[in-house]
Nanobody
Framework: QVQLVESGGGSVQAGGFLRLSCTAS????????MGWYRQAPGKQRDLVAA???????NYADSVKGRFTISRDNAKNAVYLQMNSLEPEDTGLYYC???????????????WGQGTQVTVSS
């Protein structure tokens, strides 16, 4: 129904930057919130940043002022600009989209496959 493709992960040194991208495709009627989650080894998956359909954003305290989330509704895409990266930002980053597929009455959460971000000190 809805597929997510992520890109942009990689390995950088502390203080560097990366930009993650995620594009949704499939039989989509509407997309609600879009966001990024992070899962470090041995830890739970936590919200990093999210953006609503109206553009309201929400960030984890640890990334405020360093990360910026944005979306392009025409492309069904969400981006995460990550600046001043720290070793603590290392983890597997997952794209999350809440969307209503065509011919469905409700919305569901969809997840990308994850993209690795590694920040070395």
């Amino acid at each position: 129904q809805v597929q997510l493709v992520e890109s942009g992960g990689g390995s950088v040194q502390a203080g560097g930057f990366l930009r993650l991208s995620c594009t949704a495709s499939g039989r989509i009627f509407t997309i609600n919130a879009m966001g990024w989650y992070r899962q470090a080894p041995g830890k739970q998956r936590d919200l990093v940043a999210a953006v609503t359909s109206t553009g309201r954003t929400n960030y984890a305290d640890s990334v405020k002022g360093r990360f910026t989330i944005s979306r392009d509704n025409a492309k069904n895409a969400v981006y995460l600009q990550m600046n001043s990266l720290e070793p603590e930002d290392t983890g597997l980053y997952y794209c999350n989209v809440n969307a209503r597929p065509l011919y469905h009455s409700g919305s569901n959460d969809y997840w990308g496959q994850g993209t690795q971000v590694t920040v070395s000190s």
